[in-house]
C-alpha cells in the first residue's frame, strides 16, 4: 500500500442543526459518542466544536473543557487512539475566550484560520491580525500544532507572513476548505493554485462542503494529499437525498484511500506525519 492517509473527522461544526439532520452531534454525551465511533471506523483526528444546552455554538470555556474531558474519557474506555484537533474559531465570541480553552486541554492540534472572510455572504468571519499573533504565540508557547485551515487563495500569503514573522514555524499543515460560498470553489482550478504556493516540506489535507464534499476527496487523493477530512460539520448526505452518520462519512473516506493504494494513518501515524507532540 501507498504512503499513509490521515483521516479527520469534523464532527458538528458551529452551524449544523439538529433540523438539518438528526444525526449531527451537539451535547457533550453525542460529541463525545461520534468520537469513538468515528475512531473505530479509521479517524486519526477528530475535530471538534461544542454546543451549549440548546444545541447552539459555544466557546464558553467550562463547556469545551467538559466535552473534550468527556471524549478522552470515552476513548480510553473503548481503548481507542485519536489526535483531538480544537477549533478556535468564533466571530462572535471575544479572542480571549476563544483562546481559552487552548492552554488548559493542551490539545495536539487546533484550528488557525489565516484571514477573515465574508462567510456564505451572511456574516463576517473574523480573525483579525493580532488574534493570528496571539494564537500562533501560544501554539509555540504550549508545542499545540496548528492546522492552517485555507477557505480562499489570499490566505496563503498570510500563512507565508505569519511564518516570516515568528508566528507560525514549520513544517506548515494546510488544511484546504473548499466550496464555502465567499471562497474558493471546491474543484481542481483550485487546488491547482494553491499546492504551488505550500511552503516547503508542508502536508496538506482536503475537504469540500455540501456538494463538493466528494470531488474534493477524489481531487485530494489524485494530487496525493496527506490527509482527507469528512463530517457533518462540512456535508450531511452520504448521497444525495441520504443522510449520512460521521461514521459513514469516514468509512466511505477509508475505502476511497484504500481504492487510491493508501494506508490508513493510525493516531500514531499522524503525530509522525505531522511532528505533533502528545501531552495527555
Known amino acids: 500500500m501507498g504512503k499513509k492517509l490521515i483521516i479527520t473527522a469534523a464532527l458538528c461544526g458551529a452551524g ?4 438539518q ?12 459518542a461520534d468520537a469513538v465511533a468515528c475512531a473505530k471506523a479509521g479517524a486519526s483526528v477528530i475535530h471538534i466544536h461544542v454546543r451549549d444546552d440548546e444545541g447552539k455554538n459555544t466557546m464558553e470555556t467550562e463547556r469545551f473543557c467538559h466535552v473534550v474531558n468527556l471524549v478522552r474519557e470515552e476513548l480510553a474506555k473503548a481503548n481507542l487512539d485519536a489526535v483531538l484537533n480544537l477549533t478556535s474559531s468564533g466571530s462572535k465570541f471575544s ?30 468571519f473574523a480573525n483579525s491580525p493580532s488574534f493570528l499573533e496571539r ?14 485551515e485555507v477557505f480562499d487563495g ?15 514555524a514549520t513544517p506548515v499543515h494546510y488544511q484546504f476548505v473548499l466550496g464555502v460560498s ?17 511552503l516547503p516540506g508542508s502536508t496538506w489535507s482536503i475537504t469540500g462542503i455540501g456538494k463538493d464534499h466528494l470531488p ?25 437525498g441520504v443522510l449520512a452518520t460521521n461514521a459513514q462519512l ?15 494513518a493510525t493516531a500514531a501515524d499522524t503525530r509522525e506525519i505531522l511532528h505533533l507532540t502528545k501531552h495527555v
Not at 452531534?25 to 460529541?31: F, G, K, M, R, Y
Not at 494564537?135 to 499545540?144: D, W
Not at 489570499?154 to 507560525?168: V, W
Not at 466511505?252 to 494506508?263: D, S, V
Open 135 to 148: 494564537l500562533g504565540t501560544l501554539c509555540q508557547k504550549e508545542a499545540i500544532k496548528p492546522e492552517c
Open 154 to 168: 489570499g490566505m496563503m500569503g498570510n500563512i507565508a507572513y505569519y511564518m516570516k514573522k515568528g508566528f507560525l
Open 95 to 124: 479572542e480571549d475566550m476563544r483562546l481559552a480553552h487552548l492552554p488548559i486541554l493542551k490539545p495536539e492540534m487546533c484550528s488557525y484560520d489565516p484571514g477573515s472572510m465574508n462567510w456564505a455572504n451572511s456574516y463576517i
Open 21 to 32: 439532520t438528526p444525526y449531527v452531534p451537539v451535547t457533550p454525551e453525542e460529541i463525545a
Open 250 to 264: 469516514v468509512e466511505r473516506a477509508c475505502k476511497l484511500g484504500e481504492l487510491a493504494g493508501r494506508t490508513i
Open 16 to 19: 449544523t442543526m439538529k433540523s
Open 216 to 240: 474534493c476527496m477524489l481531487l485530494g487523493l489524485a494530487e496525493g494529499c496527506d490527509g482527507l477530512r469528512v463530517g457533518l460539520e462540512d456535508n450531511i448526505f452520504l448521497e444525495k
Open 182 to 198: 465567499g471562497g474558493m470553489p471546491g474543484n481542481a482550478d483550485s487546488l491547482a493554485y494553491l499546492l504551488p504556493k505550500m
